[in-house]
């Protein structure tokens, strides 16, 4: 029989069949199919079930530490090297990496959860923007008379600026805009997947004429690219208000540089046509970013 179990159980299972042991069974729990490892080789379920607390407290020190490993493999590569992680994970290099969704998720979450850490306003930029704008002008939105309009700047120049305006401008009380901010950032949070599969397509006409990538590989690079994006877009809020001013004003250089070296290394593009597409890329994801920011907005007002 052969075995791959180096447990004292595995040592009596030699000498009887799997039954002898309890925590060993014959057949897989999960699917019956016959064991002959410490894995189910139809379905992957580990053979020993884990029954007591202290068992219970091992898986979860033992995945943290499993996961740990895969996080600081990961990590690097993900920061410095983005086309070799994608380009890996894409010739199946698999178990030692975080799955890429798992990256998307978890930005995904921080970005979201990273304001509430800091204690600092959780609003969108724009929001905030207003509402400066509002103090500034001695709250004149507030109670202003209707149809009266507010000086709000340099908002005016963008569709959603003026998509925002005149919603807030509606709003009367601190109390309403509280309450509004609160829904925006539920129905952004809500909606924050539909980021990936866009960016999925973008990637795919920006390679279309290069044959042999599938909508999977671009997947994998936009959720690996949006990941890191999360990443950084996180430190951003976690960092104290000063050095959060820097860090912004770096962002724009980063991003679009790291998603060149991404685009290079994980489709083998030449310099030219990597910084062409990374240009194009970031041009597709500003109007891609504010049809969504668009979208968020609508459905709030109209919820
Ligand atoms: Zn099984």
Not at 71 to 85: K, M, S
Not at 167 to 190: C, G, H, Q, S, V
Not at 239 to 247: D, E, S, T
Request: glycine fraction near 10%; include cysteine; charged fraction near 15%.
């Amino acid at each position: 029989m052969p075995t791959t179990l180096d447990s004292p159980a595995a040592a009596q299972e030699t000498s009887g069949t799997a039954e002898d042991v309890p925590h060993e069974p014959a057949e897989c729990r999960n699917c019956g199919t016959r064991l002959t490892g410490r894995y189910c080789h139809a379905c992957g379920q580990q053979a020993h079930l884990h029954a007591t607390l202290g068992d219970l407290l091992s898986e979860m020190f033992e995945g943290v530490a499993h996961f740990d490993g895969r996080l600081w493999r990961t990590l690097p590569l993900l920061v410095f090297r983005p086309g070799e992680l994608s380009r890996r994970w894409k010739a199946g290099e698999r178990a030692k990496f975080v799955h890429p969704l798992h990256v998307f998720l978890f930005a995904v979450f921080l970005v979201f959860t990273a304001p509430y850490v800091t204690g600092q306003a959780s609003e969108p930029l724009e929001l905030q923007r207003v509402e400066t704008r509002i103090e500034a002008a001695g709250g004149q939105v507030v109670g202003a008379a209707p149809g009266q309009e507010v000086d709000l700047g340099e908002l005016e120049t963008t569709a959603f600026g003026r998509f925002l305006k005149k919603t807030i401008a509606k709003l009367d009380t601190p109390e309403e805009r509280a309450y509004f901010r609160t829904k925006y950032m539920a129905m952004a949070y809500k909606l924050a997947w539909v980021v990936a599969p866009l960016s999925m397509l973008i990637l795919a006409l920006l390679m279309a004429f290069r044959p042999g990538y599938t909508l999977y590989d671009h997947g994998v690079v936009s959720l690996y690219g949006l990941g890191f994006f999360g990443l950084l877009l996180s430190i951003a809020m976690l960092l104290p208000r000063a050095v959060a001013g820097v860090w912004e004003a770096v962002l724009p250089i980063v991003l679009p540089i790291h998603a060149m070296v991404h685009l290079r290394g994980a489709y083998g593009l030449s310099w030219v046509g990597a910084s062409l597409r990374s240009v194009a890329l970031g041009a597709m994801t500003l109007v891609a970013f504010g049809l969504f920011l668009a979208g968020v907005f609508a459905l709030t007002t109209a919820a």
